[in-house]
């Protein structure tokens, strides 16, 4: 029980910083290109950790690589699939500095961001059946990734009238959803064969990755410009000497 309440606490904690990046709109404005070099360097964050903490871990969980290749392919269709519908349904611009479009809808803004963070949050949970406690750099480059992400739908959002309890209120089911979703990872895996582990994690890689290809690459040059290379490059680095250190 004890377990499982930590799998749910660092899935949450992982996802206050959705609430964080909403506080800081509130007392500050933040510039187009603060936003940029934050999301550039929170994008680096979570390459490495895709990288070292996921794909690594997955290969080594197993001695057949099938499951590696399906779940990373799998995670990538299924995230690619269920974004598209959030768009269809009117949360296109959900990670959008500026107002929202006339068909924006609020649930659909509330499932893109459940879907975004989902992957991340469940990989939270499966890290800790390992035994060895929380992954440092894998609850930091969520936390970092998260929090771009609340400051330039926070801002867009404003804009476009929402209040500041309606905006909380979003993004604390967000957390919430979190947590459960690191819970659901530690406890649906709990005992499960090494495949199954290797499956979900590459799985997460795979969705993570599309996300960052998608979405998180782009906004982050479309608001800071050149610098996002090195800022990445400096995100990467930082996250690796995290994990080395950890």
Do not use: C
């Amino acid at each position: 029980m004890l377990r499982m309440a930590s799998a749910f606490m660092w899935g949450a904690v992982g996802g206050l910083a959705l609430i964080a990046g909403a506080l800081l709109v509130f007392a500050v404005p933040i510039g187009r290109a603060t936003l940029g070099s934050i999301m550039a360097f929170g994008a680096g964050v979570l390459i490495s950790a895709v990288a070292f903490e996921l794909f690594e871990d997955a290969v080594e969980h197993t001695d057949g690589y099938w499951s590696v290749a399906v779940g990373i392919f799998s995670g990538a269709l299924v995230f690619f699939a269920g974004d598209w519908l959030i768009d269809k349904q009117g949360g296109r611009n959900r990670k959008s500095v500026h107002p929202q479009s006339e068909d924006a809808n609020s649930k659909a803004i509330l499932l893109g961001t459940v879907l975004d963070g989902i992957p991340e949050s469940v990989v939270i949970g499966v890290g800790l059946l390992k035994g060895a406690g929380v992954s440092v750099a894998m609850v930091a480059a969520v936390f970092l990734s998260n929090l771009p992400e609340s400051i330039a739908s926070t801002t867009g959002l404003r804009a476009s009238g929402w209040s500041r309890r309606r905006l909380l209120a979003m993004w604390t089911v967000v957390v919430f959803a979190s947590g459960l979703a690191a819970l659901a990872g530690f406890a649906g895996l709990d005992g499960a064969p090494d495949e199954a582990i290797a499956f979900t994690q590459s799985f997460a890689a795979g969705a993570l990755l599309t996300m960052l290809s998608d979405e998180m690459m782009p906004k982050a040059f479309e608001l800071e410009g050149k610098l996002v290379g090195l800022l990445t490059t400096a995100g990467f680095a930082v996250a690796f000497a995290i994990g080395a250190l950890q």
